[in-house]
């Protein structure tokens, strides 16, 4: 397997399938120059994270400590990932009605009436 290194996590662009399927600047939850910081930042943090690079410099670090909670946010690239994080974990809302499940509509068919049969006579 080939080296990761930081400049080729900056060339890649971060997608967010699963969440964002239309991409960053589709979604309306971030602005223009965040979605272009989460597509050029985002491979280099999430790397970062799951421990498949070290930060080398000190905005990597910065970067890191941000992505894990340790810091506050202060440049653009570490807000966008802050308001990523926080849109990507917020709660879920569980139902528009009240119910937590979903009631199946044959469950109101009487099984005993599945005998009769409909005739029609010429």
Not at 20 to 28: A, E, K, L, N, T
Not at 83 to 106: C, E, F, H, L, T
Request: aromatic share 10%; charged share 30%.
């Amino acid at each position: 397997m080939a080296t990761v290194t930081r400049d080729t996590l900056l060339r890649k662009p971060f997608n967010d399938f699963r969440n964002y399927p239309y991409g960053f600047s589709r979604s309306g939850d971030f602005s223009i120059r965040e979605s272009d910081a989460l597509l050029h930042y985002g491979c280099l943090i999430t790397a970062m994270l799951n421990g498949e690079f070290k930060p080398e410099t000190a905005e990597d670090k910065s970067l890191l400590a941000v992505a894990k909670g340790e810091k506050t946010a202060e440049t653009a690239v570490e807000k966008a990932w802050a308001k990523y994080q926080a849109r990507i974990n917020r709660p879920k809302v569980g139902s528009m009605y009240g119910r937590s499940k979903v009631v199946d509509d044959d469950s109101d068919f009487d099984s005993s009436t599945a005998d009769d049969d409909l005739v029609v006579e010429d």
